[in-house]
């Protein structure tokens, strides 16, 4: 017999969508709250984005006309919201995971059921586990992400090997195979797949080789990498000048889409602009309105050659230093944990680090003198 495909109601699918745009959780756990599978939660989550609200409805005449008269309500309501979560994301903590870290699983004379009372927890939220990856291929996502920080040379069989042989585990190929395709890393190059090109968007050429680099916003860069959560994983995308080190802007998001990286671009255009911006020839860089903001800014577009990592060799180390300063000492446990922790940690970078490339001067310093 035929298993009957499930059907979502408009109102259910636009739920969950908004949730995954709020971005203060990860897909997983969204996917996992609401019994459907990370890649349909994406999916929605694109959709709202690019086709509105009204996307998700069966809608007859009557109901498009009424959907017509309240669009510019909802679109305000939506913008207006995603201004209040920044602001939320910087000021309140994730009250779920807070209060569950208060809870002491071997009190004396305190049940969990009554200390869940006494905090106001639901017990079921206290013991809740999100679906998608289990704990063992996260962990397992953890380490392969911290060896290809090191050794991005490290394709699946050498990654096998040392999980097995370093680590003390026992998976076979295939799951190290699925593991790496789902972060998005290959070893070609090397270079994290992170970026998906898109046949159909043009393509521009390299202009950076042999370019002798002598000041401050001549050059800038970007590129995405992943973020290792403890309930599945973040996207970071960052903007850096090649003369300072300097780190333009940032910003976090819970799926590979466009929006954030145009989202990043944009903040970084109101401090300044490059005479020539480089990326990898991914989907997110070589969209329309990507590539036409920085044209009608007047501003040179670069494009790394396909697999060459080293075409965008500062944004690499940026990921490197990043991670083996901040993210693996800290694991953040949230996501406005991680937000938190990044704006201080950037802050650092620019301000106070000093980089031996720059005769031990820090970025800001360069970047503005």
Not at 55 to 84: P, Y
Request: aromatic share 12%.
């Amino acid at each position: 017999m035929t298993k009957k495909r499930k059907k979502y109601s408009g109102q259910f699918k636009f739920q969950v969508a908004l949730e995954a745009v709020k971005g203060q959780i990860t897909i997983n756990e969204i996917a996992s709250a609401n019994n459907i599978h990370p890649n349909q939660v994406s999916t929605w989550k694109k959709q709202l984005l690019v086709e509105g609200p009204t996307v998700f409805g069966q809608q007859t005449a009557k109901k498009l006309q009424e959907q017509s008269a309240r669009e510019a309500e909802l679109f305000e309501q939506i913008g207006r919201l995603k201004m209040e979560l920044e602001w939320l994301k910087k000021k309140l903590p994730h009250l779920s995971e807070a209060k569950r870290m208060l809870i002491e699983s071997h009190h004396p004379t305190l049940s969990i059921r009554r200390q869940c009372e006494l905090i106001g927890l639901n017990r079921a939220t206290f013991y809740w586990q999100p679906a998608g990856e289990t704990l063992l291929n996260l962990k397992l996502m953890h380490l392969i992400d911290r060896k290809y920080t090191r050794a991005p040379f490290y394709g699946y069989r050498k990654m096998t090997f040392r999980l097995n042989n370093v680590h003390g585990y026992q998976v076979n190929h295939k799951r190290v195979f699925r593991l790496m395709r789902k972060m998005g890393l290959q070893a070609v190059f090397p270079r994290p797949r992170t970026s998906i090109p898109n046949l159909q968007h043009k393509k521009y050429p390299y202009l950076l080789r042999g370019l002798a680099i002598t000041h401050s916003n001549q050059v800038w860069s970007t590129d995405i990498t992943y973020i290792p959560m403890p309930h599945g994983f973040m996207y970071l995308v960052a903007i850096i000048d090649w003369y300072s080190r300097f780190v333009i802007a940032w910003q976090l998001s819970n799926t590979l889409d466009g929006s954030f990286c145009l989202e990043t671009l944009l903040t970084a255009l109101r401090q300044g602009q490059p005479e020539i911006f480089n990326s990898d020839q991914g989907v997110q860089f070589t969209a329309h309105a990507f590539t036409g903001a920085l044209a009608e800014a007047g501003i040179r577009i670069s494009m790394d050659g396909r697999g060459r990592a080293f075409d965008n060799i500062f944004v690499e180390r940026l990921w490197r230093t990043v991670k083996y300063e901040n993210i693996y000492i800290q694991e953040y446990a949230t996501v406005p944990a991680l937000l938190d922790g990044l704006e201080d940690y950037f802050k650092l970078y620019n301000y106070e680090r000093p980089h031996q490339s720059l005769n031990y001067r820090v970025p800001a310093d360069v970047h503005f003198s």
